[in-house]
């Protein structure tokens, strides 16, 4: 009787397993959060604890095979605060198709700019995310265009187009361009990326302002160590009221399941009277499989530090946080 049973089972669910083999949808995602305590250095603000949803994450991805080499692919991401609950804003989101010549996507998706040194922020979505302690501007834009090139020998160039017709209603094509190369050889990485803001920042209309910026970086990975270098001019003053020079240097050294990672960042403005800002973190991670991690870090930030409630202020933060990938 069992064994009728058993096999009733398996019977009834083959179409299903059919079915989900033929549609090849795959549900990832990321829990991360952290426990952070801040003190806005000589602000008369009190230090605050808080417990921080860092870019948690949950969504779904697949691809249908079209035959001649030809895909379709599409993903749907999207937020989670794991401290507070609920979703948030979106992530990337988008339908596109893949081939030999590239990939070709549309929808919400991160700018060349962005995706050009991503690798070399080695505190992701932590308290030391290089883009609060150093400054950089990085977006994720709506309505986006994007063409990726195959691999040329290490070599793949991005591009992307965004439309303004939702912002401002002029219609132009190009409200936005961004353009990126990044090679990648053994342990070295190089990266170099421009990016034209038209009327749009992140799906936001400031007013009709445009605003460029330029990056460059560096990787390079010896065995158990690795040293990274950014550089960007950001004539942003539509966003962030002025220009700014942004460097950034980091490094880290994996010994067994840990890692050691340090960095150092600085903004320097071109704003009469405007002081340059410098900042730094180390951190240890532990690495308990290749999905889940601990880490603590010390950072001190002179123009503040990622997802806290103090923006631009001189502040110094201890974070403790658990990540896990699924």
Do not use: C
């Amino acid at each position: 009787m069992k064994k009728k049973l058993l096999a009733l089972a398996v019977a009834a669910a083959l179409p299903m397993v059919s079915q989900a083999a033929t549609a090849d949808v795959t549900i990832y995602g990321k829990v991360h959060t952290s426990i952070d305590y801040v003190n806005p250095n000589g602000s008369g603000l009190d230090s605050i604890y808080d417990v921080t949803s860092r870019a948690s994450r949950l969504g779904f991805k697949g691809s249908e095979d079209l035959g001649d080499g030809l895909k379709l692919i599409w993903k749907m991401e999207t937020t989670y605060n794991t401290a507070e609950g609920g979703f948030g804003s979106g992530r990337n989101t988008y339908i596109g198709l893949a081939g030999g010549w590239g990939t070709f996507l549309y929808g919400r998706h991160d700018t060349p700019m962005k995706m050009s040194t991503g690798k070399l922020d080695i505190f992701v979505d932590e308290m030391g995310d290089y883009n609060a302690t150093a400054g950089f501007v990085d977006i994720r834009a709506n309505d986006a265009i994007a063409y990726v090139s195959p691999n040329f020998s290490g070599l793949t160039l991005v591009g992307a187009i965004v439309p303004d017709a939702d912002y401002d209603g002029n219609g132009d094509f190009g409200g936005a361009y961004s353009i990126a190369a990044m090679y990648s050889n053994g342990g070295l990485f190089l990266a170099a990326a421009w990016e034209q803001l038209d009327d749009i920042i992140d799906g936001v209309n400031p007013g009709n302002l445009d605003s460029d910026h330029w990056r460059i970086g560096a990787g390079y990975d010896m065995g158990a160590f690795h040293i990274g270098v950014v550089y960007a001019e950001q004539n942003l003053e539509a966003l962030t009221g002025t220009n700014t020079s942004n460097v950034l240097i980091n490094g880290s050294w994996k010994f067994g399941n840990n890692k050691l990672k340090a960095e150092w960042g600085q903004i320097d403005p071109d704003a009469k009277g405007a002081d340059t800002t410098n900042a730094w973190a180390i951190g240890l991670d532990h690495n308990f499989s290749k999905r889940t991690k601990m880490y603590v870090q010390y950072a001190d930030s002179e123009s503040g530090l990622q997802s806290t409630n103090y923006k631009g202020l001189d502040q110094t933060g201890v974070s403790f946080g658990m990540v896990h990938k699924f």
